[in-house]
């Protein structure tokens, strides 16, 4: 691998000009009428394309006259008016681009469509469909630089499985996606995993598209992201090729930079406190799916209420709040057993243990027969684990399981007496660090619609998401810099986006994606609908 170069560069190395950019007796060689076009060039050049050629234009001599021409805008019109052998009409010495020019009809439909303000999911679904149409490709691949701009992400893409949008992830110079990047230039090979710098993703099967071709997406004086397009066979894409997809990415950049996924970029414009300017923070989808709701921070009971209530346990609500636990973590473990995620949710099974060990029950049975409250009890119980735990030092499994007995008792407290102030509101868009246990035994009641987890998030959070299964994504940094409690957000967790305080045009969508009980696509705005304010 070579040292990363500055990305602001706009000359790149010279061994990289035959990759990059074919030569002018090359270009000559394609433009000039009757060229041969080789299809079998090396893995370093661009090659042919199967694309149809350009219609021949008009002999001089067979120029029709004014009142002839004057006639051809009617014949346009009718099917039969050309052969497909035949020259286009010329009307002035102009020459006018019948409908049957397919790759120049899907062009146009891609400008019409990008020409509408939309929201960046729907540019991320449409987008690399129709431009691998228009390429001829079998797979078309949109990466966004997010993070600090050093990191390309996968948002859009047709031809992968769906689990591929949000978790492939590559650095500015790793693999060829992030060397077109790295360079500010194209690079097409024809055997892209003979190249030094192919990086494979094995769930992808990428070797079945061999035929590679990545374009850098340029935004002002930096790049937003690139586009790669692949497909089958040996066949190179030409320079055509190469020059139609630099010119396709111009609306991607527009789109994603009225997106402001940059964290630089939001930086720039930081307003405190929540408020109703549109911000769209990515993150890595874990359930798919879109939701919608307000946003409501994940919460825990207070700490002061471990010892604060008064008056004798009530030993019947402690006894039913174990036994509903018990019984909780058993339909979860199966759960998960269902899910194939046994092994990652291994740690259920400790819950169980403990939820099962007599001495603890009797416990905490003891404290609240002694006088204490179910509170106090339970708070004494957590207590005296972790005091064992930090005896032993450098122990991690005890403190470990220290906490997830801490967490086993606020469930349990919350089954047993309800503390107003940790309950959240119903069908909300959970916001946190982590997720818990504990949220699977009591947040889970309130019914949430989806959940964004931050970039402090482990392995754990990602198996009891899962269970939880709501559409979720993690990774998200900046939440709580820009999310109240309270604010609308749209959960993307087909592309990985938390938006918050989404344009009206979304929210119409989603809600009535609900209420017909389907899936939530998003709609292209109308022209006459207000454009969504770029976040930041």
């Known amino acids: 691998m070579s040292s990363r170069t500055d990305p602001k560069a706009t000359h790149p190395p010279a061994?990289?000009?035959a990759i990059a950019s074919p030569s002018e007796a090359q270009l000559d060689a394609e433009s000039s009428p009757g060229a041969p076009r080789d299809g079998a060039r090396g893995a370093d050049e661009l090659g042919a394309h199967h694309s149809p050629s350009a219609p021949r234009a008009p002999d001089d001599d067979a120029a029709p006259d004014d009142d002839a021409a004057l006639d051809d805008d009617a014949a346009l019109d009718d099917d039969e008016a050309l052969d497909d052998d035949e020259a286009p009409p010329s009307v002035a010495s102009a020459r006018i681009q019948v409908r049957r020019e397919e790759r120049l009809d899907l062009v146009l439909e891609y400008l019409a469509f990008v020409a509408k303000p939309m929201p960046l999911s729907l540019l991320l679904d449409e987008a690399p469909q129709r431009i691998a149409a228009i390429l001829g490709a079998d797979v078309a691949s949109l990466y966004l630089l997010e993070g600090d701009g050093d990191e390309l992400v996968l948002r859009g893409n047709v031809g992968f499985p769906r689990e591929a949008r949000g978790t492939v992830r590559l650095s500015v110079g790793q693999g060829i996606t992030g060397m077109a990047v790295e360079c500010l230039r194209p690079i097409s090979v024809v055997q892209a995993t003979e190249h030094e710098r192919y990086r494979g993703f094995p769930e992808l099967q990428e070797e079945r598209f061999p035929?590679?071709?990545?374009?850098?997406?340029?935004?002002?004086?930096?790049p937003l992201g690139a586009l790669v397009v692949q497909r089958a066979g040996d066949q190179a894409f030409t320079a055509r090729d190469v020059e139609l997809l630099m010119a396709l990415t111009a609306p991607i950049a527009a789109g994603a930079r009225h997106a402001q996924v940059l964290d630089e970029l939001r930086d720039r414009r930081r307003r405190t406190g929540g408020g109703t300017r549109k911000v769209t923070l990515p993150g890595l989808p874990v359930v798919p799916g879109r939701a919608l709701g307000a946003i409501a921070a994940l919460r825990r009971p207070a700490s002061s209420s471990l010892g604060s209530q008064h008056g004798r346990g009530d030993p019947k609500l402690l006894r039913l709040a174990f036994d509903i636990a018990e019984k909780a973590l058993l339909d979860l473990n199966a759960r998960a057993a269902q899910l194939g995620i046994a092994q990652e949710a291994a740690f259920l099974s400790t819950y169980l243990l403990m939820i099962g060990d007599g001495r603890l029950r009797a416990r905490a049975f003891e404290?609240?027969?002694?006088?204490?409250?179910v509170a106090q009890a339970l708070g004494t119980v957590a207590r005296e684990a972790a005091r064992a735990a930090n005896g032993i030092v450098g122990d991690p499994f005890l403190q470990d399981r220290a906490r997830d007995i801490e967490d086993l008792c606020d469930a349990i407290l919350m089954l047993a007496t309800p503390d107003a102030r940790a309950e959240l509101p119903s069908k909300a868009v959970l916001v946190g660090d982590q997720l818990t246990v504990f949220d699977l035994l009591i947040s889970a009641r309130?019914?949430?619609?989806?959940?964004?987890?931050?970039?402090?998030?482990?392995p754990r959070s990602v198996v009891l998401l899962q269970l939880l299964a709501v559409p979720s994504i993690v990774e998200v940094a900046g939440a709580f810099r820009w999310a109240s409690p309270g604010d609308v957000a749209l959960l993307d967790a087909d592309h990985g986006f938390l938006v918050i305080n989404p344009?009206?045009?979304?929210?119409?969508?989603?809600?009535?994606?609900?209420?017909?009980?389907?899936?939530?696509?998003?709609?292209?705005?109308?022209?006459?609908?207000?454009?969504?304010?770029?976040?930041?």
């Open 211 to 222: 035929v590679f071709l990545a374009a850098p997406i340029l935004g002002s004086g930096r």
């Open 503 to 536: 344009s009206r045009a979304e929210v119409a969508t989603v809600r009535a994606a609900r209420r017909q009980g389907r899936p939530a696509p998003v709609r292209v705005m109308d022209e006459d609908e207000d454009e969504d304010e770029p976040a930041g």
């Open 446 to 458: 309130a019914n949430p619609v989806g959940v964004a987890l931050s970039d402090r998030s482990g």
């Open 367 to 373: 404290l609240a027969a002694g006088g204490r409250s």
């Open 15 to 17: 061994e990289l000009e």
